[in-house]
């Protein structure tokens, strides 16, 4: 089991900037891909990044914008947001597996990133 806890939401005014942290506890050591998924209200639940021993990939709307990286002890995992808009505005979700085949075993809580001037 993995337990997943993310920090570092809030407000940012658009283009500013977030980084959000994932941080892992629990059989870490075996997970094999972590990802940042996203719903805005009224919305689906979306990938926004994702993260492995294969590299990584990000939906199109982020990308050149958000970057998605690990900790060297890997048992964390960051997404920088830069040049935020206001269509950037959700829930954001931390999630990690231990499949080669899946990013979303496990889940974190959520933390709002809100992006209003």
């Known amino acids: 089991q993995v337990s997943l806890v993310e920090r570092g939401g809030g407000l940012a005014q658009p283009g500013g900037k977030l980084q959000l942290t994932c941080i892992g506890d629990?059989?870490?050591?075996?997970?094999?891909?972590w990802a940042w998924y996203r719903q805005a209200p009224g919305k689906q639940r979306e990938l926004v990044a994702g993260i492995g021993n294969w590299g990584a990939n990000y939906t199109d709307s982020v990308k050149g914008r958000f970057t998605i990286s690990r900790s060297a002890g890997l048992n964390m995992v960051f997404l920088q947001m830069d040049y935020l808009k206001p269509e950037d505005t959700a829930v954001y979700y931390c999630a990690a597996s231990e499949s080669y085949y899946r990013l979303n075993e496990y889940w974190g809580q959520g933390t709002q990133v809100i992006v209003s001037s």
């Open positions: 629990g059989r870490v050591v075996n997970v094999k891909n």
